[in-house]
């Protein structure tokens, strides 16, 4: 297939001129020009063949490897001969190396920070993530791994043929005061990676903590064009917008990050809004690792800039259909190299997809462990709630937000915020609903807590296992 540009939106975007007296063709300003260099690049990789980009990744790791074991004390001796073997051998070797986990990473400490940094690879700078287990992760990047992160972010707006002109709202930070209602904040650009290339539209921001009727009177106030939200609140959103009639009016797409998507949120989010879900597979810690396709509704790993590996129980990589572990390699970070670091979701492998792209393919995202259902008899599953299973509970009684937490092997908590005390006939048709869905083997019990919390970052699981 010939190598194909982005949708032919991107022709019509005005890019951002550095200098005043230059207005054609636009001189784009030095980190916008680098983004622009790798945008160029990836332009022309997305169509490689899967085995083409495999031979890349395996040069790109072994600079990586090379560093890691020279300069980053935890590595020191844990890399053997892998920087120096060649094509499968490489992979053989490769795939004994045993993963790197969250507890590693917060036990390692500085150890697992590059005593040097190249010349080129720019400052570090520092994250935290709070992870679901409480315990923050430190993650330090170096500017050239931002700038890497920057070039997918464009790419993400390009593959999904973007306005970027219109304006975009955002309701994602839970920081407390930050973006408050009824302001919110107001930025003049999407932000500084699309924003040094690009003459962008406007970007609002709402702190996702803010009820939802004000969220909706916000929205309805901005009009924007584009909504990046987590999956948790657009369901909230769209419910509540269709009880009270209150809506974004000219919304032409959302973006949701962060969450597991809930089957049949896409279909409930494009009949009563109007507008198509996009989603995006990434982690604060590692960055980028999956983009939805622009003409499937699956994702593309992002093998430019992080080997992303889906593995079975035995270590193997999952053929199409099967569901592994996820283990992933962001190939630029040399401030804090992480070598097959397990985030801790699982993924369903997918086929090589019909657009022609020969970045690999999966097919969904389940979750966590933690976010896994654990039976009686030992079996484990996600019990993915679907749109049309919140829709049955939620007419059951006024319940606003929900939770569901298994609290013991035969116990599951349903925490719920409700408008106003329920009925024992309401209780018990959501005790009903509860046991269809998960199951008559367990006892389910009501709590109304004051609150239900979000993570530090935002995020909010629906289903939590504490087993
Ligand atoms: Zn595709």
Redesign the pocket.
């Known amino acids: 297939m010939l190598p194909r540009m982005t949708n032919g939106a991107a022709d019509a975007i005005p890019f951002e001129s550095a200098l005043s007296d230059i207005v054609w063709p636009a001189a784009v300003s030095g980190r916008g020009m680098a983004s622009l260099s790798l945008l160029f690049q990836l332009e022309r990789t997305q169509w490689w063949s899967a085995d083409r980009l495999r031979e890349r990744q395996q040069a790109q790791l072994k600079r990586l490897v090379r560093h890691a074991a020279t300069h980053v004390p935890f590595y020191r001796g844990r890399l053997g001969t892998l920087a120096d073997a060649e094509g499968e051998a490489f992979w053989q070797i490769w795939r004994s190396l045993p993963f790197l986990t969250r507890q590693d990473v917060q036990q390692a400490g500085d150890d697992l920070l590059s005593r040097t940094i190249p010349d080129g690879h720019g400052e570090l700078s520092e994250i935290f993530t709070s992870g679901s287990t409480g315990k923050p992760i430190r993650a330090v990047r170096t500017d050239l791994w931002q700038l890497m992160w920057s070039a997918v972010t464009v790419r993400e707006h390009l593959w999904h043929g973007r306005d970027l002109s219109g304006k975009l709202a955002a309701i994602r930070d839970s920081t407390a005061g930050k973006a408050a209602y009824p302001a919110g904040e107001r930025l003049e650009r999407w932000g500084f990676s699309t924003g040094e290339i690009f003459k962008t539209g406007p970007c609002v921001s709402l702190n996702i903590t803010t009820p939802i009727d004000d969220q909706l009177q916000w929205l309805r106030r901005e009009e924007p064009d584009y909504l990046l939200t987590h999956p948790t609140m657009l369901d909230r959103l769209v419910r509540r917008s269709a009880e009270t009639g209150v809506r974004p009016g000219r919304l032409k797409q959302v973006l949701t990050i962060s969450e597991i998507l809930a089957p049949g949120l896409r279909e409930l989010c494009r009949q009563r809004w109007g507008a198509p879900v996009v989603d995006t597979y990434s982690t604060r810690e590692a960055g980028y690792l999956a983009l939805q ?4 509704g ?1 994702y ?1 790993l992002q093998s430019e800039t992080v080997l992303v590996e889906i593995l079975d129980s035995a270590g193997k990589s999952c053929i199409p259909g099967e569901i592994g572990r996820v283990v992933v390699t962001p190939l630029h970070n040399l401030g804090m190299p992480l070598l097959r670091y397990d985030v801790g979701d699982y993924a369903e492998a997918g086929d090589a ?5 020969g ?1 690999p ?1 999966i097919r969904r995202i389940l979750g966590r462990r933690q976010n896994m259902l654990r039976a009686a008899d030992g079996g484990e599953h996600w019990p993915l709630l679907s749109s049309d299973d919140i829709g049955k509970l939620l007419t059951l009684a006024p319940i606003r937000q929900y939770q569901f937490v298994q609290t013991h092997r035969d116990r599951i908590e349903v925490r719920l915020q409700a408008a106003r005390p329920l009925s024992d006939k309401e209780a018990r048709s959501v005790v009903d609903w509860a046991r269809t869905k998960f199951g008559d083997a367990f006892r389910i019990e009501l709590a109304f807590p004051a609150e239900l919390a979000r993570t530090a970052s935002g995020k909010f699981e629906d289903f939590i296992s504490l087993l």
Do not use: I, S, W
């Open positions: 396709c622009p003409d499937a699956h593309h997809c019909p657009c022609g792209r970045l393919v």
